[in-house]
Nanobody
Framework: QVHLVESGGGLVQAGDSLRLSCAAS????????MGWFRQAPGKEREVVAA????????YYADSVKDRFTISRDNAKNAVYLQMNSLKPEDTAVYYC????????????????WGQGTQVTVSS
């Protein structure tokens, strides 16, 4: 069982930066690939970024490439999403997810989810 808690969301202006954090419980955190997903009102949850268990592989959605950076600290059981040059279209609830094994960009592949953190970007 993995318990995930996101933090770091907030209200910012376009062009600003935010750093989201996801704290995980459990003793085998490095066995889990982690993903950041987001869900805007009226839209489906979509993948933003994902990272392998030891951090050697990362994936980014085209919409956030070169603006967002995913990282993890296995000693702290945490995964982060650094978001720069934020745009109003980045407004959404951001969720972190965990799955055993290899990275996936598929929503249903993730076994554990946090409660989400709201990010609102004003123009």
């Amino acid at each position: 069982q993995v318990h995930l808690v996101e933090s770091g969301g907030g209200l910012v202006q376009a062009g600003d930066s935010l750093r989201l954090s996801c704290a995980a419980s459990g003793r085998t955190f490095s066995s889990y690939a982690m993903g950041w997903f987001r869900q805007a009102p009226g839209k489906e949850r979509e993948v933003v970024a994902a990272i392998s268990g030891r951090g050697g592989y990362t994936y980014y959605a085209d919409s956030v490439k070169d603006r967002f950076t995913i990282s993890r600290d296995n000693a702290k059981n945490a995964v982060y999403l650094q978001m720069n040059s934020l745009k109003p279209e980045d407004t959404a609830v951001y969720y972190c997810g965990a799955k055993l094994g290899v990275v996936s960009t598929t929503l249903n592949a993730y076994d554990y989810w946090g409660q989400g953190t709201q990010v609102t970007v004003s123009s």
